[in-house]
Every structure is written in C-alpha cells, then in structure tokens.
C-alpha cells in the first residue's frame, strides 16, 4: 500500500546523507535505494526537483527535495 | 583532472545544444588536455572541431556515437588516423544497412574495421546498459565479451555515466560488478549535450523538434533532467569519488590518442594512374597548346610567356590531374551536346580558356592568373561550370561512372538555423498552433537567428507585430541560442568531390533525399581533407539558350554572333532587357538606360556594378559619368593608369587591387591576393590597419608619398570587400550579351524558351508575357489539340503549353498527347471518355481556357464535368447532362482571375484591364510615365518582387516593380514612406502609388519615387 504525503518535513542529516525525519513520529533512514533528479516543467518554471527514494526503520518513503526552495518533502509512504 | 570522452556538438542533430566554440573555450579554461566530440553517426564537426582544438592547444580526439543493427549505442573514439579511417567505414556501412535517416551499423561491419578504436560501452541505450536494465547480467557479461572479441582486450572500457535517472545507480552498480568480474577498465563520461545546465531548455526544446513532440508531450527520448552538461573535472571527481579509475583513465585514453586528421593529403585521382604526375603535366601542356593553336591561331611570345607562367604553377601545384578532369568532364558534354559555360576565378586563366573550359580570353583581357591560382596561396584550384539545368545530373553521371561509385560523392550542406526556421521550430516545440506560428513567422525576413529582436525595432511592417509580446520573450531567448545550429543535412546542389582512394579514407558516405551518396562534409571543411571539389552547377539560361537554338536550327550559329551587333545594344542601351541574363533586375535596367553600353566591356563592368558593395560605395554614378565623359579620369599616381584605365579610374574588380598592391607596394601577386582575401571577409578594424601598415610601409619603401599610399590604401579598402572577379563578370556578360541578342532578333523563340525553364529570372512568367506582348507577339491560349506540353514559338507567337496547367502530372499530359496523336479531341466529353485525367486537372483545363474551342461558356464546362466523369465507361447514350445553356460565364474579370490561378499568366489582356475604367485619368499608365520627364505620378498596377537590398546610406529601402498593361515601372519606396505604407507594401497584390517621377538624367528610365501607397481593389 501507498499513500501520498506531499507534507514539509526537516531532515537530519549524516554527513551528506540524508539519516532521520520527523513526521507523526521520528523516522530513521537505513538506506538509501535510489536517488534521481527531474527536469521538472521546465517551461512552467517549475524548480529541478531531487528524489530520495529510502528505506526507514517503519516503511518505504519517497522524499523530494526542492533546491531552489531548499525544501524537503515527505511524497510517499509505502509499506 | 577530468576529460571528457563522451560530448555531442551541435552535428548530432536536433541532440546537441551548445557551440563546438563554448565547448573547447571552457575545455580550455579548465586546462583540460584534451576533448573528445561523439556526435550521433556522424563526424561533421571533425574538421572545425580540429581547427579549433589545435589551435587552443587542446588535443582533438575524434570519435562517433554509432547505433548498432540491433538499436544499441557504442561510443567509439579513434586513436588514430587508422581509427578515424574505420569510423568513416563504419558509419558508411551503418547507413547503407539502416536508411537515409538511420545509421544502423552491423556487427559485421565492426569486426571488419575495429582497428585503431577505442569502444566505451556507451550509454543507457547501449547493449550492455539495456541488458542490466532487464536485470539481466549474463546478457550483459555477453555484450563486454563481444565488444572485447571485436575490438580486443585494452581497447574496451565500461562506461560510466552519473546523471541522476532513476535507473543510474542500478546501472553504476552493474558496471562497476562487470568491472569487477572481467577487470574491463572503467571510465567516467557524462553524455555532454550542452554546455550548462541552464542550457537543458534547448536541449529538451531540440529533441522535442526532432522527436516531433510538444513541452506538452511524453516521449522516451525527451531527457529526464538536465544533468548531462560539461560538467567541471571537479565535479566529475566528486561525482565518481567512488571510482577514481574512472576518471584516471578519462586522461589515459586521452593521452592514447593522437589527433586523427591529416590536412595536408592530397587525394585527387591522378589522370594516369600509376604513372609518374609528369605524365599528366605533359599532357595537359600538350593540350594547353593545341587549345591555344585554336582559340589564337598565332603564339605570341607574350601569350608563349603567359602559358608557361600558368603551366609551371599548375605543375608546382601539383595541380595537373585537376585540370584534365575537368577538361575530360567538358570533353563528354561537348560530344553529348550539352551546353555548359565556366564562371568564376577559373576564368582567370588562359590554360582554362585553351581547355575550352570558359569562353574568356584571360590574355586578351589581361586578367591575372593569381586571382585564380597562385604558389605562395597553394589553395587548391576551384572550376566552377554551369551546364544546362536539365543534363546537369548527366554530366555527374558521367563522373561516377568514370571514377568509380566509391571514389565520387556530392558534396553535403547543412540547413542551418535562421530567424524564421528557428521560430517555427521552436514555437512548435513550445506548442503554439499552426495559426500562431503563422503569424509568429510572418514577415520575418532571413536575418540570424539571434537578430530576430533587432528586427523587430528595425522593420516598420514589424511594429505590431506579436512577437514584441512579454509572452514571446524566452522564445526569442531560445531562438538566439540556436542561431546557426545545423538543423539537418543536405546536399550541395553542384559541388561533387573526386578521390584516387575510396572516400571513406577521410569521410563517411551517406545517401541523400536524391539518392545519391554525400559526404559528411559540407564544402567548407571538404577541401582541408584533401579533396578538390568540383562545381558541376544547373543553369536554366542555358536550357533556354540551347531550347532555342535548337528552336531555330541553321538560322542562328550561337557560337559566331556578332559582338558588336548595333540592334543588341541599342536595346540594352533603352533599359529594355527583361529576359537577358543578369541585366533584367531593376537596378539593371535602370544602369543600362543610363550607361548605354556599346562594347562588350560595358556589359563585363555591368555584371561587377550592379552589386552591393559598389552600391553602398557610391561607384556607380562616378563610373557612369566618366564612362560618358562627362567627368575627367585621372589618377592619383602614374601607375595605377595601366590597371584602372579600363574602369575609368574606378577600382571595380578584385583583379585590380591584387595588381594595385602588386605595382605600388611590391606585394607578390600571392601576397596581394592574400590581402584581397582578408579585407573580403571584413575583418576587424585592427586587423584593417594592420594590413594598411604593412601596405603603405612597402609603398613609401618604392618611393611612393605617404599620401599618396594611404589615399590608394583608402580605395582598396572602399572596394575590395566587395570587389567582383572581373573573370566572374567576364564570364556571366558572355552569356548576357548572346542573350541579349536572342531576346533581340528572335523574341518569340526566345521568350517560348524562357517560359520553358521556368522557374528562373527574376519575373514572373506573366510579366514575359506581357513584356513579349508589348513586342507584338501574339500569347495563344492553351488549347487541347493545338497546344504541345510545352510553349511552342510560331513566326510571331508563343502558344501555352499544357505543362504550365496546375496539377499537370507527367502521366495525365502523357495520357492527352497520346490520345490526341491518334485523333484530336471532339469535344470535352470525347476528352473525358478517351483521356486519364484526373477531374481537378480537367477543371483547371477549362479554367485555362483549353477548351474554349468547344463552347467559350467555361462555367458551364465546369458544371457538365462531373457527369462526364460519372458516365465515363458506363452509358453508350454519351450527352446525360441536363442543358446547361442558361448557364451564365463568369464575368471577364472572373474568367481572369481563374485563368491567371491555373496558369500563373494569361493569355489574353492584363489585370489593370479591368481596374483601368474606374481610375480617373490623373492615373498614368506606365507608357505615359515612361513619356515624362518629371512631376508629380500616381500609377497602378500587380506588384513585381518587392525587396530590400543593402543601400550605400545603410537606410532600409524598399524597390518593386509595378507592372500594367503597357509594361513596367520601377518604384522606389524610401523608409519613412516605407514606415508608414510598409504592411500594405508586402501584402497587397495590386496598388496604388503616388509619388514623382525620377530620373538622374535625361537617358534613365522613369522610376517613381513613392510619397503615398494604397492597396487597389
């Protein structure tokens, strides 16, 4: 099951890896499984868009990062 | 430090969105050693890409990115000269397996030429990539060991490619497990199709034009984000900080490689082959004199000198096999009876004219050799040839067959971006309607892409235009960024390169939209590979000179008509010379009224005059005065009188600054012809001066004043940039004065040929029309047993031949011409029954009047048509249409028009027929224009090619020709009258104009100054 967040979160960080978030309750990153960046509807101005794509200690999670905002969104959730 | 192995210029075609000059000036900014280019099947930018690496001291590593049979990518560099010379093979075979549009290159063809290249696995779409992408890592085991059995171990690397998709971390991990099991070398790229990352717009933009899509549209080939940039060697560090090989082996391929293009080969086919190259220097010597034993008849030692000169330059040049080709190519159109005629510097040469190759006395002219060729230059020779448009491609033919389909390819050229191919591109791309893009593009003249705004401000038509709009801002950005891009390939319509190897040596071959095989060379870069092109060009004035000689059989002998013919000239002298070669344009009228040419030289200096640099340069009314005598020639220094005295002291042709820098600076002729070329291509002012230095430095060094080199400096400055070849002139007035007397002493043959090979000239078939009209020859109507396909000529006629129908194909007309040999047509419905003519041409038929002969009613005509077409075949009982006879005609004004919409002429009466009854008298026809000296003028009438040529102010100026039912009147429309009328100038086909009439003397023709415009309808 999946279900769309689209919510603000802050993101701790390890290093320069994403490592923990807030939302309800904490979340700890363990892994990293993909990340990728999107071109975004460039001539809409809509920004370049960062995706994490991360395993916490509860779920599956999708998190944007929006640069030009400098923007962390919680996306999606999967089980 | 970081190379770039993996880059594509803006030669991949719709897939590359930054300059080869951005890319090598940043390359170079990061001090990088080296740069490859990899564009998509191709190696276009080759040459340039040479040039300008070396010269930036960044070592250029030639590469391809190619497409395998089975759709797959490979990025191949060549190590070396071998290397290249096997990409050239390989991306050859790829598009005789694949298409015209698509490169496919079997894995056949890389085993066969694997030697001397580099392959990197290539990118998402390559074997390897894909196979991973499935998850399946066997495959991909497989496609390493088959790059590695083709290409052999040390010559494969895993290519490694970090941009942030989705896929590119299970790709990066798969890579680098391959790299583990095989211990294939790795090394990074980054894919580069531009240079910044806010330049992935134009990218995206690009590839929707070339995937035909929208902003608006998924395709799979549009980029998913803009990450494939030159990014910095930093960067590339950073981002492949886990691979530091990867990167390490970007600068080890790099120094593997050498720079893989020889520009200093020569590969013209030798004329003997295998033998010594005196052999071919002898024989050309032996033809040079028995040409010059022709054409002269006595040897003078000035002409023996003049021979000699030539023949030891060619010899030093090396030059030899060049000039018997070419003399071998004109050999098989003289005994195939295909007209042709040499132009340009190749007439600068007495050996050329001794070939039979141009029809110019270079001796008797005392034209200089070096314009054309010279040792100190060493440019490889150029022999430009028109031929008769409609054997050209015979001719070609020829070549191939003599020198071997392998050996011979017409040479390509690149459509490049300007404002109007930009805006519609791109506003496409951005998803603009068809309506919009229509009026985004209209009247947008062909400036750069990146003058477009300029325009805007420039150009009053313009002022509203919606392009000033906030909205079109970034589009106008776009289009900027894109100017001169090569959108796509193309082929040169003469240039055909020769080669004594295979041609593949030096370029890949690819078919063209005709068929036939084109380099990948446009004729800019062609000649430093070491081909020599040659010009073989289609010239329609020579189908209408050979239609009518042949027309006119034993009474004309072409080759001996009177240069001196009095009637020739006396119309020349009238401005009367619509229809003659290169003196029919307004301007040319205008010159000819005044200049009144009675020598062949006044119609050389014609050809050179009527340009835009002795426009602008004001030479033209000087000349003319001195011409007549009326201002005095003299001459600032006692030399210069031997080479300007034939141009009244003016400097007009290039020949003459090469000899005014030869005589009065001591500059040899290769030098001084180094100067012409230099101040030809307007360089910048330092430069300019730099040179102007170095000119009056070695004048004042023979004694000459300071003043007097700088005045003489001042006048190769006013000139050269836009000096013409006097050979050139020479060359082109040959064939204006024989036309000339053509349209002269056999005007309806000559006219009839004219319309014949149309499209060409600079009017439209009407206007011969009505010009041949005014000298009382009689425009027979089409008629559907009287008229040939094409116009025929009678004692004093022209009859409309069905060709010039819309919609006449060949198999219609073939259809019509056979049935009407068996027996002529009774009647339409005979014509219906018996013909297989489609019933939107038989409408045109009747419209054109061809069946005026059967009822003169042609809307009842019209109306019977579609019964004929439903009973054709079935009833016997043939007349089913109900009568028709109340059917009015169209009015005369309506029969008009449609006979002018089908035919593009008519064959009877002009437009201004109808529209004359309702003007008052105060509107003069051009007759009565003609008649006056000055005053004030209104006339009316169809508007002839408005258009706006450079002038000597730098003011825009708009010139036209308004045509009546007399004839012609020349309108001069200056820019604050062109401001206020310039959008009905250009978007009404009759008008109104009031203004007054000029002429400059008393022998001009009448020309109207504009002062009011109106549309007339």
């Not at chain 2, 694949?98 to 890389?110: D, I, K, M, T, Y």
Request: aromatic letters at 10%.
């Amino acid at each position: 099951m999946s279900k769309l967040v689209n919510q603000p979160i802050e993101l701790k960080f390890r290093g320069s890896f994403p490592a923990a978030f807030h939302f309800g309750r904490e979340f700890k990153i363990k892994y990293i499984l993909n990340h990728w960046r999107e071109g975004g509807q460039w001539w809409l101005d809509e920004p370049e868009l960062f995706v994490y794509e991360v395993l916490t200690d509860k779920c599956r999670c999708e998190l944007h990062f929006l640069p030009e905002l400098e923007q962390w969104i919680l996306y999606r959730l999967t089980d | 430090m970081f190379v770039h192995l993996h880059v594509h210029s803006p030669y991949s075609f719709l897939d590359g969105a930054s300059s080869l000059e951005a890319l090598l000036h940043q390359a170079d900014q990061w001090e990088m050693p080296a740069l490859a280019i990899t564009d998509h099947s191709n190696v276009s930018a080759a040459v340039e890409f040479h040039k300008l690496a070396q010269g930036l001291g960044i070592k250029p590593i030639q590469g391809a990115e190619i497409t395998t049979e089975d759709g797959t990518h490979l990025t191949l560099l060549a190590e070396n000269s071998t290397g290249y010379q096997s990409l050239c093979r390989l991306i050859t075979a790829g598009f005789a397996r694949g298409s015209r549009h698509q490169c496919l290159v079997p894995w056949e063809a890389l085993r066969e030429n694997a030697r001397g290249l580099i392959a990197l696995s290539g990118c998402h779409h390559s074997g390897t990539a894909q196979a991973l992408l499935r998850r399946d890592y066997a495959q991909a085991k497989l496609e390493v060991l088959r790059l590695l059995e083709i290409f052999g171990p040390g010559q494969v690397y895993l290519e490694m490619i970090q941009n942030y998709l989705p896929f590119s971390k299970r790709l990066l991990e798969g890579i680098a497990k391959l790299h583990g099991d095989l211990r294939v070398p790795l090394v990074a790229t980054n894919n580069v199709h531009y240079l910044r990352k806010e330049d992935f717009p134009i990218h995206d933009l690009l590839v929707c034009v070339r995937t035909q899509t929208t902003v608006h549209q998924l395709h799979p080939e549009r980029p998913f984000n803009g990450e494939n940039y030159l990014a910095a060697p930093e960067e590339m560090q950073r981002r492949f900080a886990a691979f530091p090989e990867a990167v390490e082996n970007t600068l080890e391929i790099a120094e593997r490689c050498s720079p893989a293009l020889d520009l200093t080969e020569n590969l013209f086919p030798r004329y003997f082959p295998g033998e010594e190259p005196e052999k071919a220097s002898q024989f050309l010597r032996e033809l040079t004199w028995q040409g010059a034993r022709r054409r002269y008849g006595t040897i003078t030692p000035a002409l023996r000198e003049r021979i000699e000169h030539e023949l030891n330059i060619i010899q030093q040049l090396d030059a030899a096999d060049y000039f018997l080709a070419v003399w071998d190519l004109v050999q098989y159109a003289q005994k195939h009876g295909i007209r042709y005629a040499g132009r340009g510097s190749a007439a600068d040469s007495v050996v050329v004219y001794c070939l039979g190759i141009t029809n110019v006395d270079a001796f008797a002219r005392g034209l200089l050799f070096e314009r054309f060729l010279s040792l100190e230059r060493a440019q490889k020779p150029d022999i430009d040839i028109d031929f008769d448009a409609r054997y050209r491609d015979q001719v070609a033919d020829y070549v191939y067959r003599r020198y071997g389909p392998e050996k011979v390819a017409s040479v390509c050229t690149f459509h490049t971006y300007h404002a109007r191919s930009a805006l519609r591109d791109l506003g496409k791309a951005l998803g603009c309607s068809q309506a919009e893009l229509k009026r985004l593009t209209k009247n947008i003249t062909s400036v750069p892409a990146d003058g477009i705004r300029a325009l805007l401000h420039r150009l009053p038509e313009l002022k509203h235009h919606p392009l000033h709009g906030e909205k079109y801002a970034r589009l106008l950005d776009y289009c900027a960024a894109i100017n001169a891009f090569p959108r796509q390939m193309g082929t040169h319509l003469g240039g055909l390169v020769v080669s004594g190897e295979p041609l593949t040596k030096v370029t890949p071959l690819q078919p063209s939209a005709k068929g036939v095989l084109i380099t990948q060379f446009d004729k800019n870069t062609i000649e430093d590979l070491g081909l020599i092109k040659i010009d073989l060009l289609s010239l329609r004035t020579l189908s209408a000179v050979s239609d009518t000689v042949q027309e006119l059989g034993p009474r004309l002998n072409y080759n001996e008509i009177p240069l001196d013919d009095g009637a020739t000239f006396a119309r020349l002298q009238r401005g009367d010379t619509v229809g003659i070669f290169q003196l029919e344009s307004p301007a040319q009228r205008s010159l000819q009224s005044r200049l009144k040419a009675d020598r062949f030289e006044d119609i050389v200096a014609s050809v050179a005059l009527i340009r835009p640099g002795p426009i602008k340069g004001n030479m033209v009314d000087p000349f003319i005065a001195r011409r007549q005598g009326k201002e005095q020639v003299t001459y600032i220094h006692p030399q210069l009188e031997k080479i300007l005295a034939p141009t009244y002291g003016v400097v007009l042709y290039q020949e003459q600054v090469i000899e005014i820098a030869t005589e009065i600076a001591g500059f040899t002729p290769g030098e001084a012809d180094r100067l012409r070329k230099a101040m030809t291509k307007f360089r910048s002012q330092a430069e300019m001066e730099a040179i102007g230095r170095e000119f009056i430095q070695k004048a004042l060094a023979r004694g000459v004043e300071r003043q007097t080199a700088e005045t003489i400096f001042s006048y190769i400055v006013g000139y050269a940039g836009y000096g013409f070849c006097e050979a050139h002139a020479a060359a082109f007035a040959d064939t204006a004065y024989r036309t000339a007397y053509l349209l002269e002493h056999f005007p309806a043959q000559f006219y009839a040929a004219l319309l014949n090979a149309q499209p060409m000239g600079f009017y439209p078939p009407n206007t011969l029309c009505v010009q041949a009209r005014s000298r009382g020859i009689t425009i027979l109507p089409l008629h559907i047993n009287e008229s040939a396909a094409q116009f025929t000529a009678g004692d004093n006629n022209i009859r409309i031949g069905l060709k010039q129908v819309a919609g006449m194909e060949a198999a219609c007309l073939e259809s019509i011409l056979e049935e009407r040999e068996k027996s002529k047509f009774s009647s339409l419905q005979d014509f219906v029954y018996r013909t297989k003519v489609k019933k939107d041409v038989a409408e045109n038929l009747i419209l054109g009047g061809a069946f005026d002969w059967f009822s003169p009613n042609r809307r009842a005509l019209l109306w019977k048509l579609p019964h004929y077409y439903q009973s054709k075949g079935g009833s016997l009982f043939l007349e089913t249409s109900p009568a028709c006879s109340q059917i009015p005609d169209f009015s005369p004004f309506e029969r008009w028009l449609k006979e002018y919409a089908v035919l593009r002429l008519t064959a009877q009466g002009h437009i201004m027929d109808f529209f004359r009854p309702q003007l008052p008298k105060t509107v003069l026809t051009s007759r009565e224009v003609a008649a006056r000296r000055e005053g004030p003028a209104q006339m009316a009438g169809l508007v002839i090619r408005p258009h706006r040529p450079p002038t000597r102010s730098g003011r825009t100026v708009v010139f036209l020709t308004l045509e009546d039912e007399y004839g012609l009147v020349d309108v001069t429309v200056f820019e604050d009258v062109y401001r206020k009328y310039g959008r009905v100038l250009y978007s009404e086909p009759l008008l109104l104009v009031t203004g007054t009439i000029s002429r400059r003397d008393e022998a001009e023709l009448a020309s109207i100054i504009a002062t009011g415009i109106t549309a007339l309808r």
